[in-house]
């Protein structure tokens, strides 16, 4: 991988790295260092790997047993009864308190990257300290940003509830990485995308994996995480306090009072990783043809020029271009299919 020079000089990000359903801490590295993102952003972030509090209560994936030795954790089991999904109630506590102490205990934590079911866990985490319904979250430092990969927005009703609180928009920088032939990919993976304000999108070729990213791709990922860096702390009053009714009633009285009343430095905050994505990705050449971008990335949503490489391997598009995923740039958001 080439770091440009101008790279701006930042403290590495310590990111608290959440693994997937019936794995581990150390698959977790493993499939990292597999897709070669260990190294690449070696300079950017200090991982954290942890296991999670339940060993597994069933059967391993079988995309799992034949390729990473145990032992073998889960966060949570749900089942789907009827039209709803049931919870183990006890054990999704019991990983909530326990990722909750290992923030305090070992924090401060800069930004969350997750795997499927951790990705679940980490996005339910930065929705409950932004909507302020967990004490313990609110009382911490505010998380900077998350990176998801193959992710699921969880059904449980107190995350659900912190979505809502949210009015559906986490406002916090999100980076989502998944596959096109990923089958979480429609709904799920799209709609945890959505649940995020300004998010940015990485989609790629494979499946439910975490995918070797190549030079544009990673031009991409290290733009986010400097940009998130150096943009300003969140406010320690970063959550939202009020009763979902009240934040209900003051927005539909006052819509555009509630507007102008979002701080400065939050909304700096929620646009400039988005705005500092695009800029990178043109200065990577590939042959004598370059990914580029043209248009304003922010707000409106991203106007991007679609420039493909000599090879198969990186292309930005307009995301209005993929049916699957018109929705994200009309919330906003830059897609870059990969």
Request: proline share 8%; charged share 20%.
């Amino acid at each position: 991988m080439i770091v440009s020079k101008d790279s701006p000089i930042i403290d590495r990000q310590r990111v608290l790295c959440i693994h997937s359903f019936r794995t581990s801490g150390k698959i977790f590295q493993q499939q990292l260092q597999h897709a070669g993102l260990l190294e690449a952003l070696s300079d950017l972030v200090e991982f954290v790997f942890v296991d999670a509090p339940h060993p597994a209560s069933g059967s391993i994936p079988r995309d799992v047993r034949p390729y990473f030795e145990g032992p073998y954790y889960e966060w949570f089991t749900a089942e789907s009864v009827d039209d709803r999904v049931e919870f183990d109630e006890a054990k999704m506590k019991a990983s909530e308190r326990f990722l909750m102490a290992l923030l305090a205990q070992q924090g401060p934590f800069d930004g969350l990257m997750g795997f499927s079911q951790g990705a679940a866990m980490s996005g339910a985490l930065v929705a409950l300290q932004r909507s302020g319904l967990r004490a313990e979250l609110s009382t911490l430092r505010p998380l900077r940003f998350c990176i998801l990969f193959g992710g699921l927005k969880s059904r449980h009703p107190d995350h659900l509830a912190a979505f809502e609180v949210l009015s559906g928009k986490v406002p916090c920088p999100s980076l989502h990485v998944f596959g096109d032939k990923d089958a979480l990919k429609n709904p799920h993976c799209i709609e945890l995308a959505d649940s995020f304000r300004n998010a940015t999108v990485l989609l790629h070729q494979r499946g439910h994996v975490i995918p070797v990213l190549h030079e544009p791709q990673l031009a991409v990922m290290r733009a986010f995480i400097q940009a998130v860096a150096s943009a300003p702390e969140p406010p320690p009053d970063a959550h939202i306090p009020a009763p979902l009714p009240l934040a209900r009633c003051r927005e539909q009285q006052q819509p555009e009072q509630q507007g102008r009343k979002q701080p400065q430095e939050s909304r700096q905050l929620l646009r400039q990783p988005t705005a500092a994505v695009l800029p990178a990705v043109a200065a990577i050449g590939r042959g004598p043809e370059r990914i580029g971008c043209e248009g304003e990335p922010v707000g409106k949503g991203a106007n991007l020029r679609r420039v493909v490489g000599q090879d198969d391997g990186a292309e930005v598009v307009e995301a209005g271009s993929s049916s699957a995923c018109s929705g994200l740039q009309r919330q906003g958001h830059m897609l870059c299919r990969l």
